[in-house]
């Protein structure tokens, strides 16, 4: 089987457009964690994804629909393959990601932490922008949230909560 | 693409067996995928055990953790608690995972998770002891998240397998935040009312027997710098109870180890519980 650059060009796409199952605003691209896509020799279509946190339920779903979605589009042959090296943090969120989450109400994440891991009990000031009305007067009410990668915040100016995906 | 239409996709049934994620639906191996191959010179039946005994410390956390559903003293630390557990359980599967890879039984997460008996458990004491009050739950948390990120972050850069060393560095992300979290609160309780400092006093004076065993027995080839640990693993809880005005015991520990399959009387019962589904439906696909 002759495989050409434009099958791995329309693999990589449709893989790509997956949304996230949590967070369907973003796709895979956007979020991060589609790392490859490429065409073996005998046809297969080998997709590498990258889980987000080490407990994060929606890697299923997102190897089942990428996998569906490439079978839908033809590829007979279609594996999936888990990287975990380097691991994921949330600078691999693209910045047409970062819109779509902003857009969408949730607050993106800030530049991920690096370095040595010390522990810091001091309060930490930490400048999240509103997603709403764009005020900096905001506060975290809750480290954790409906899923593991987002934080609860409220704005003190427009009174309204909001999600932010804390930095990873 | 609208909302409605992902979460209509995502309800369809797909043909391919790789699908849901719960006990009995096949979706079974977190490493899919992951090249197995074991370096040379490292040794098969040590990295399985060990990569055991980390699974079961995060599982049994995790099952205590999820107990406090329902019952936290506000939604947002029940939220907390259980996203922490759900971290745990992440590492805990790919542990497993990793453990059947190279145990040569080819067995999957839930062999050891679910057919199991506490005797073949070999997670510290520590983390099977009941939940007690919310002051021992965020101690205990404070204690094992600050061993963990330390083993953690020695093992993602000096263990000699890639794949010990690749679930290490994703659990460090995770334990950092653990850690911070059960720092705040303990802070916050000890310098907090007479009665909150007298629960946090209680709660470090029945952890403290407990936290010499953390620090024996996992002296092997997959773990360099375990001499080390004892102390920055103390620095840190001492750097927390300083803040908190509160002092960590001088520990008499407790006799036995866990490692060792030496547990106390609440392990079976919590595996029990965590064990039931699974052994009441051995065959159960859904």
């Known amino acids: 089987m002759v495989t050409t650059l434009i099958d791995s060009r329309r693999a990589w796409n449709i893989a790509a457009q997956v949304p996230d199952p949590e967070m369907p605003m973003l796709t895979l691209a956007d979020l991060g964690v589609l790392r490859g896509v490429e065409i073996g020799a005998d046809g297969t279509v080998v997709a590498s994804l990258t889980p987000t946190y080490s407990g994060c339920p929606a890697m299923a779903e997102m190897r089942a629909e990428v996998s569906a979605r490439l079978r839908d589009a033809g590829f007979a042959r279609v594996e999936i393959r888990t990287v975990l090296d380097p691991p994921w943090t949330t600078d691999w969120i693209t910045p047409e990601g970062r819109r779509s989450l902003a857009e969408h109400g949730i607050a993106p994440p800030g530049a991920a932490p690096r370095g040595p891991l010390t522990l810091t009990l001091s309060p930490t000031r930490r400048t999240v922008s509103c997603p709403r009305c764009g005020a900096t007067d905001t506060e975290e009410t809750s480290h954790f949230a409906a899923t593991s990668c987002k934080a609860l915040w409220r704005c003190r100016a427009c009174r309204e909560p909001f999600e932010y995906v804390k930095e990873i | ?286």
């Open chain 2, 1 to 286: 693409m609208s909302d409605d239409h992902v979460y209509l996709s995502l309800a369809e049934g797909h043909d391919d067996s790789d699908a849901r994620w719960a006990f009995g639906t096949g979706f079974e191996d977190p490493l899919h995928g992951v090249d197995e191959t074991v370096p040379e010179g490292t040794d098969s039946a040590q990295l399985a055990s060990y990569c055991l005994a980390l699974g079961d410390d995060a599982l049994v956390s995790a099952q205590r953790l999820a107990q406090w559903c329902t019952a936290a003293p506000e939604l947002e630390e029940e939220v907390a608690l259980a996203n922490i557990g759900l971290d745990l359980l992440g590492q805990t599967r790919l542990l497993y995972a990793r453990a059947g890879q190279v145990d040569g039984t080819g067995r999957g997460e839930d062999a050891y998770a679910y057919f199991r008996d506490a005797d073949d458990f070999r997670n510290v004491r520590l983390a099977e002891l009941p939940n007690g009050d919310f002051a021992f739950s965020l101690t205990r948390l404070l204690v094992l998240s600050s061993w963990r990120l330390a083993v953690f972050e020695r093992l993602a850069v000096t263990t000699p397998d890639p794949v010990l060393a690749a679930i290490a560095a994703k659990g460090v992300k995770e334990l950092a935040y653990h850690r911070q979290y059960a720092a705040e609160w303990v802070v916050r309780l000890g310098d907090g009312t007479e009665e909150s400092q007298r629960r946090m006093k209680d709660a470090l004076a029945a952890i403290a027997p407990y936290v010499d065993e953390l620090f024996a027995g996992d002296e092997n080839e997959l773990f360099a710098g375990a001499g080390e640990l004892r102390s920055e693993v103390l620095a840190v809880l001492r750097q927390v109870t300083d803040a908190a005005g509160l002092v960590l015991p001088e520990p008499t520990p407790v006799p036995g180890h866990g490692r060792d399959g030496d547990h106390t009387d609440h392990l079976a019962p919590l595996l029990a519980e965590l064990q039931s589904v699974a052994r009441a439906h051995p065959e159960a696909t859904w």
